[in-house]
T-cell receptor
Framework: DAGVTQSPTHLIKTRGQHVTLRCSPI?????VSWYQQVLGQGPQFIFQ???????GRGNFPDRFSARQFPNYSSELNVNALLLGDSALYLC????????????FGAGTRLSVL | SQQGEEDPQALSIQEGENATMNCSYK?????LQWYRQNSGRGLVHLIL?????REKHSGRLRVTLDTSKKSSSLLITASRAADTASYFC????????????FGRGTQLTVWP
């Protein structure tokens, strides 16, 4: 079975642009979470979606948005990119919303120039 | 903000030695998980220990949990060069459902 897949693997953007990152969860998983990891830090929670509804949001500005589709895949959108948005963006899926093992994808490396 | 702290931040050992990493967390947690990350790639789940468990084993891994001290430890026995990676503890809990709280991680280097 395929694990969590993310696309693209790498992305280079300039300040002010917007970006869309994509994630496909493990088959059967209905929960998708997004995390941002800057160099030298642990992942920081951005969003969780479960059954196409937002179930949690971290301390990120409104420039960050996400959605989940009927097939449980998800998109993370970031508008008006800043240099500080450069990071590894990780997607994770799980059966439940909380207390369960979260399985992570390989991530999307975003560089903002 | 980081809710967990791993200690030490960096650990360097020889192959065959044991590696012990500690994790302390600030908020009350439900379950605690340990992950491994190789060179900025995705996180690989190692082990989950539930809040009512005190110790758990998986292969060369041994995890302990002390909820009264809000701390956990990960022991890797007979380490190998392939164990070189960053190790993170992460806990479910706090006011936001579906949020895993991660520490800053321990960078483990195992020399052949």
């Amino acid at each position: 079975d395929a694990g969590v897949t993310q696309s693209p693997t790498h992305l280079i953007k300039t300040r002010g642009q917007h970006v869309t990152l994509r994630c496909s969860p493990i088959s059967g998983h209905k929960s998708v979470s997004w995390y941002q990891q800057v160099l030298g830090q642990g992942p920081q929670f951005i969003f969780q979606y479960y059954e196409k509804e937002e179930r949690g949001r971290g301390n990120f500005p409104d420039r960050f948005s996400a959605r989940q589709f009927p097939n449980y895949s998800s998109e993370l959108n970031v508008n008006a990119l800043l240099l500080g948005d450069s990071a590894l963006y990780l997607c994770a899926s799980s059966f439940q919303t909380s207390g369960d093992i979260q399985y992570f994808g390989a991530g999307t490396r975003l560089s903002v120039l | 903000s980081q809710q967990g702290e791993e200690d030490p931040q960096a650990l360097s050992i020889q192959e065959g030695e044991n590696a012990t990493m500690n994790c302390s967390y600030k908020t009350s947690i439900n379950n605690l998980q340990w992950y491994r990350q190789n060179s900025g790639r995705g996180l690989v789940h190692l082990i989950l220990i539930r809040s009512n468990e005190r110790e758990k084993h998986s292969g060369r891994l041994r995890v302990t949990l002390d909820t009264s001290k809000k701390s956990s430890s990960l022991l890797i026995t007979a380490s190998r060069a392939a164990d070189t990676a960053s190790y993170f503890c992460a806990g479910w809990g706090g006011s936001t459902l579906g949020r895993l709280y991660f520490g800053r991680g321990t960078q483990l280097t195992v020399w052949p």
